[in-house]
């Protein structure tokens, strides 16, 4: 059973940073799909970035220039690295994969199979 584990939460300060981490197991992150998304109380999760390989990387409108996608194939993890964060910013934020997803659909939530259980960020 593929695993994932997020950490790396918190409170942060409008225009502080956080990186989240994500923990793979059972998965080979060199051959797999591998997405950021997050929720907010009483709203839809949507995608923030995702990666396939190293380097063919999509990041939401919302975050571009402000949050970054990295994904380490020897490591076997995901990361977030979030800058100048905002209040709207706030959620649980999951780490998800899948061994094969469309190009058209990488941060569609019902594209990915495998969820960690979330991480919560709250920016004030």
């Known amino acids: 059973q593929v695993q994932l584990v997020e950490s790396g939460g918190g409170s942060v300060q409008a225009g502080g940073s956080l990186i989240l981490s994500c923990a793979v197991s059972?998965?080979?992150?060199?051959?797999?799909?591998m997405a950021w998304f997050r929720q907010a109380p009483g709203q839809e999760r949507e995608g923030v970035a995702a990666?396939?390989?190293?380097?063919?990387?999509t990041h939401a409108d919302s975050v571009k220039g402000r949050f970054t996608i990295v994904k380490d194939n020897v490591r076997n993890t995901l990361s977030l690295q979030m800058s100048s964060l905002k209040p709207e910013d706030t959620a649980t934020y999951y780490c998800?994969?899948?061994?094969?997803?469309?190009?058209?659909?990488?941060?569609?939530?019902?594209?990915?199979?495998?969820w960690g259980q979330g991480t919560q960020v709250t920016v004030s």
């Open positions: 998800a994969a899948d061994f094969s997803v469309s190009v058209d659909r990488r941060l569609a939530k019902d594209a990915y199979t495998y």
């Open positions: 990666v396939r390989g190293v380097a063919t990387k």
């Open positions: 059972r998965m080979s992150a060199s051959y797999s799909y």
